[in-house]
Each structure stands twice: as C-alpha cells, then as structure tokens.
C-alpha cells in the first residue's frame, strides 16, 4: 500500500499520562507525528487528540486499533484529507526595519490573506490561517525578505466532513448496556 496522510482523532477522558501512552504506541510502530492538537470536544469531559501522520491505511488501522484498546481512550478514528475541513494558523514574527523599508511585506501580507496581530518597535507579528502549504508559501515569501525573526505553525486543527462518528458509537454503546 501506498503511504499518504491521514488525520486520527481520538476521544478521551482528561487524565494525566494519556498523551504519553498514546504517543507510545506510535513510537512502537515507527510512525512520525506530523503534528498533534489536543482539546476539548464537542461533548463535555471528553478531549480530543488530532494527529496527522503519513502511512499506509494497513498500519493506520492497526494503529487506532491498538490506541481503542488503551485505557481511558474512549473512541479514536482515521481519516484521509478528503473527509476533513482542517486549518493551521501561523505567526510570523517580521523586523520592523524590513516592513518599514517598502511596501513589499504589506503587499505580502495582502496577497496571502494574513494579518498584522501587533506592531512593535522592533518587529510585527504577522497571522496566516489556511492549510499547511499556504502558511509555508507566506513563510518563503517572508524569508527571501530577509526579515523573518521567528516562526510558530500549530498543528492541524479538523472537523469531520460526514457526521462525528463519535456520536453514533457513543448511542450503541448506550443502547448495548442499556
């Protein structure tokens, strides 16, 4: 099978030393984590764990398997890029001598859609929210300015295109006990 990405998310109760064990059974299989987001969910007292890896669908299944039967892991699912809507938000931080020197950061910033969050004296803080190649492109961009001081991109941060599965596993849990 061909390696691509995929998103797993994973439901689960906020205990301590979660995150540690659920890294670990990536860390078993030899899988990168591309980016991990963890937060709440949209029902209360669960979080959620986005994590994008790159692999083959046979180990991916294996993997969310392995992760279902962790404790305190309530649910988890993959999913390729086309069952998702997913951003990423960016800041660049600029000198404020490269930004000053012309209007070429400002068109920059224009062209890609991104932001002024702050203007100090001594830099600006630049937001771009879009998919990773989109806060890429405006980093290059930025960099060939020579005026890039610092950089930070979180993690893929994805909503699920058909209905949260979640919600239909949790019912037939529900209706099996009851």
């Known amino acids: 099978m061909e390696n691509q990405e995929y998103t ?3 439901f689960t109760e906020n205990k301590v030393g979660i995150l540690s064990r659920v890294v670990s059974v990536f860390t078993r299989r030899h899988i990168n984590i591309e980016s991990i987001v963890a937060s709440e969910s949209s029902i209360k007292g669960l979080f959620k764990y986005t994590i994008v890896v790159i692999s083959d669908e046979v180990l991916v299944r294996k993997l969310v398997a392995q992760i279902d039967k962790q404790v305190d892991i309530v649910k988890s699912f993959h999913y390729t890029n086309d069952e998702i809507v997913q951003q990423e938000i960016a800041l660049y931080k600029v000198s404020s001598d490269v930004f000053m020197g012309g209007d070429k950061i400002e068109r920059l910033i224009r062209t890609h859609n991104a932001r002024i969050l ?5 830099y600006i803080v630049i937001e771009k929210t879009g998919l990773k190649e989109e806060t890429e492109a405006l980093l290059d ?9 610092e950089f930070v991109r979180s993690g893929r941060v994805a909503i699920i295109k058909p209905m949260e599965r979640l919600n239909t596993y ?3 849990m529900k209706a099996f006990y009851s």
């Open 8 to 10: 797993i998310t994973i």
């Open 118 to 122: 702050s203007i100090e004296k001594e």
């Open 141 to 149: 961009d930025l960099t060939a300015t020579g005026g890039v001081l």
């Open 170 to 172: 949790l019912k037939s």
